[in-house]
């Protein structure tokens, strides 16, 4: 019923000759047809009552179209299937030829597989791994930082504005005695020091009182937005109508408590911890990263464009969500599909390259997925994310969800492997990243 022919293109490329039977193909074309009459307007004939013959005359090319769609379709899965051929991207049919009643259909399509490698050089390897040290000056810079995310202000009883406070202003601006267009707000609360205004504006508003009225002068900037403003001096009339100071809480027990710590020793000690296992983790990270650098380099191959463009995909989807948990989003950083995805290929390939070969080197050193270890995943994802074993584990019956899981545990393992096999040497940081560090183990407190 169906001849098909495998030709291997490339390490990442396979072709496809297909020829599908007469008989096959004269089922799909009757098949053809008969959707065709149900809906053939021809003068003369009623719908559905149009002999074939007449339909052969006047709708013979579409249905030689329609029945190449289905032919194709239920013969390249099977193909695929039959061949043990697993596409990692669309197949694309190359070349296809008429089909014809009482004539084989023929059909060629190319294929994109994942590329089947034997990996090299990957025990021995020399490693670099820079040397975590604390710095308990940390604790201190996240417990200001906390205190000062709890700021707020309120109406001081100064009676003159300073830099830091916030004023409440109306406002309206003038060029050449006329107002212009956005030029005027009331109500608006300004920050003194933010530099959030045309400069200098926020300098003459220090030491203003309540209810006094003043003319602010001002030159916009040649670079300014507004091409009819930029470079124009422009008089401000600003009535200061409130003043308000940040009021920060003191950094106590009291505070503590409010971030769920027992008490602010307490709340020290989570910090520092947190703030050493993001540290650890980060070099932990670069060490695996410089592993994976060391085997690539080790191990060239091309990998399919459609596995690249499926790991962009992911990578995108995974960065959009931590946006839009902070409430931004692709747009508001200045990117689009088309500019995320030419910032971070270079990052997909390399990806896509370490996922095949720690692949292969776990079926070459025959590292296995105990049960016991997708037990102990489950267990860990239930304690990390406070969500109920059973729930969790019910999660993972879809087999697709099983099927991540297991492969994120070989990859683990072979690369804790890995790690066991080469020399690594610590060294200095360059650039340390204890700040940044901080930060995070912070917002997770």
């Known amino acids: 019923m169906m001849n098909v022919t495998v030709e291997v293109l490339s390490p990442i490329k396979k072709k496809l000759c297909l020829e599908i039977a007469a008989d096959a193909v004269a089922v799909e074309l ?25 339909l052969k005359q006047h709708y013979g090319p579409r249905a030689q179209y329609d029945a190449a769609g289905p032919l194709i379709n239920n013969s390249l899965y099977k193909a695929l299937l039959d061949n043990k051929i697993e596409a990692v991207s669309q197949p694309e049919v190359v070349q296809s030829g008429v ?12 294929v994109e597989v994942r590329p089947e490698i034997v990996a090299k050089d990957y025990t021995g390897l020399e490693l670099e791994k820079e040397k975590f040290t604390f710095d308990e000056s940390v604790v201190e810079q996240q417990l200001e930082q906390m205190a000062n995310s709890r700021m707020q202000l309120e109406v001081t009883s100064r009676k003159k504005a300073r830099d830091g406070d916030t004023v409440v202003i109306d406002f309206e601006g003038f060029i050449d005695d006329a107002p212009f267009e956005n030029g005027s707000a009331k109500d608006f609360e300004l920050a003194l020091g933010s530099n959030s205004f045309i400069p200098g504006f926020e300098d003459q508003l220090v030491g203003m009182k309540r209810e006094q009225e003043k003319d602010v002068e001002v030159t916009f900037p040649e670079g300014y937005g507004s091409k009819e403003l930029a470079g124009k001096p422009a008089t401000f009339k600003v009535l200061v109508k409130e003043i308000k ?8 027990d009291a505070l503590a408590k409010e971030l769920d710590a027992e008490n602010l020793d307490a709340l020290k000690e989570q910090i520092k911890a947190n703030a050493i296992a993001q540290g650890m983790q980060q070099v932990d990270g670069q060490l695996q990263e410089n592993l994976m650098n060391a085997l690539i380099e080790n191990n060239p191959f091309e990998v399919p464009g459609g596995m690249v463009e499926n790991q962009l995909h992911h990578l995108k989807d995974s960065f959009t969500q931590k946006l839009k948990a902070q409430g931004m989003s692709l747009e508001m950083l200045g990117m689009n599909d088309e500019t995320f995805a030419k910032t971070y290929r270079d990052m997909a390939v390399q990806q896509v390259k370490g996922e095949i070969l720690l692949d292969a080197i776990a079926a070459q050193e025959e590292i296995k997925v105990e049960e016991s270890a997708v037990e102990e995943k489950m267990q860990t994802f239930a304690d990390d994310s ?24 070989l990859q683990e393992k072979v690369t804790s492997f890995l790690l066991d096999q080469s020399v690594v040497t610590e060294v200095e940081p360059q650039q340390p990243e204890l700040e940044n560090s901080a930060d995070s183990a912070a917002e997770e407190s």
Do not use: H, M, W
């Open 30 to 54: 009757e098949n053809a047809y008969k959707k065709i009459a149900k809906t053939a307007d021809i003068k003369g004939f009623r719908k559905g009552k149009v002999p074939k013959n007449v």
């Open 245 to 252: 100071e940040k009021n920060i809480p003191e950094i106590d």
């Open 99 to 110: 089909v014809e009643e009482g004539q084989p259909f023929s059909y060629e399509v190319e």
């Open 386 to 409: 406070d969500i109920p074993l059973d729930q969790v584990q019910k999660y993972f019956e879809n087999q697709q969800a099983l099927a991540g899981l297991k492969a994120q545990i």
